[in-house]
């Protein structure tokens, strides 16, 4: 099983490294909290985004992810869910005083669960990564390599496995930079805006997202 030639995995192995390379929500969501909360919020924040994701791979594999791309109620409404919850989360941080970034350790810890749950909502809400997902993994499936079902959970993993390569240097940098940024008293309302604004920015592009 699994029994895959070089060029297949060299193929595969490249793709994935672009297209977890490649600027997107994700990697915005990731960096805004790094930014904002150091680096333990911006892995946080990456662990939630990799959850949802690796949902996406579940129902790509059971086949689920089907019903969103082949229906438009499906779409829609996962869709509008995930416009209406970008824009909640978007309003509230505008809204922040901004007190949270100018705390110590322990009231950001208080936060990381929201965080992951943010991070992880965001993804799964998003029916571009279920298309995506369903449209991607099929192409890397081969026959006698192995039950389609198998194939398609290896690779949905394998894409999150190089995401761990790419995103947590990232994460580490930004937190060099959260250190300087709390010096300024006026950072934190000034992060707690720009991030606000940011996820419903996300939230109109993910409004116009067509099927």
């Known amino acids: 099983m699994f029994n895959y030639d070089l060029l297949h995995w060299a193929t595969f192995l490249i793709a994935a490294f672009l297209l977890n390379l490649s600027p997107g929500p994700d990697i915005a969501f990731i960096l805004?909290?790094?930014?904002?909360?150091?680096?333990?919020?911006?892995?946080?924040?990456?662990l939630g985004i990799w959850s949802g994701a690796f949902g996406h791979v579940i129902l790509a594999v059971s086949g689920l992810s089907a019903i969103v791309a082949a229906s438009a109620i499906a779409f829609s409404a996962v869709k509008?869910?995930?416009?209406?919850?970008?824009?909640?989360?978007?309003?509230?941080?505008?809204?922040?005083?901004?007190?949270?970034f100018l705390t110590n350790i322990d009231p950001v810890q208080k936060t990381l669960w929201s965080i992951f749950r943010q991070g992880m909502l965001i993804d799964l809400l998003n029916p571009k990564v279920a298309i995506f997902f369903l449209a991607f993994l099929p192409q890397f499936t081969e026959p006698g390599a192995g039950p389609i079902w198998a194939q398609l959970l290896l690779h949905g993993t394998l894409i999150i496995a190089v995401a761990a390569f790419i995103e947590p240097p990232l994460v580490l940098v930004g937190g060099h930079l959260t250190k300087t940024l709390r010096a300024n008293p006026n950072a934190a309302t000034w992060l707690d805006r720009t991030m606000g604004v940011m996820l419903i920015g996300l939230a109109a592009r993910l409004a116009y997202l067509q099927r």
């Open 80 to 100: 509008w869910v995930g416009v209406l919850y970008l824009m909640w989360i978007g309003f509230k941080a505008i809204r922040s005083s901004g007190t949270s």
């Open 32 to 46: 805004g909290h790094t930014v904002k909360g150091g680096a333990r919020s911006g892995l946080t924040a990456m």
